[in-house]
């Protein structure tokens, strides 16, 4: 059974900073690229990081030098560290497995002004 687990989210300031992770099985965990999106109330779901099974790493402009995608494929677990986070940050982070196809079931993120 394939599961994906995200963890991590809370509520915090602006400026401070959260890890997300993004903790898998019943899945071949190194063989597939993992995404981390985001989903705001009334905004579609957007692309926030990537990293491939190789360690690729991708960003959205919005967040570039603010977060940093990771893997540990001997945990099977993938994380989202958020720095200098911003009140337009705030969303429902979920982490996707590209070769399944799979999604976990998010995380919320909240950041105060």
């Known amino acids: 059974q394939v599961q994906l687990v995200e963890s991590g989210g809370g509520l915090v300031q602006a400026e401070e900073s959260l890890r997300l992770s993004c903790a898998a099985s019943g899945i071949i965990f190194s063989l597939t690229a993992i995404g981390w999106y985001r989903q705001a109330p009334g905004n579609q779901r957007e692309l926030v990081a990537t990293?491939?099974?190789?360690?690729?790493?991708n960003y959205a402009d919005s967040v570039k030098g603010r977060f940093t995608i990771s893997r540990d494929n001997a945990k099977k677990t993938a994380y989202l560290q958020m720095n200098s986070l911003k009140p337009e940050d705030t969303a429902v982070y979920y982490c996707?497995?590209?070769?399944?196809?799979?999604w976990g079931q998010g995380t919320q993120v909240t950041v105060s002004s």
């Open positions: 996707h497995a590209n070769l399944y196809n799979y």
């Open positions: 990293i491939t099974s190789g360690g690729e790493t």
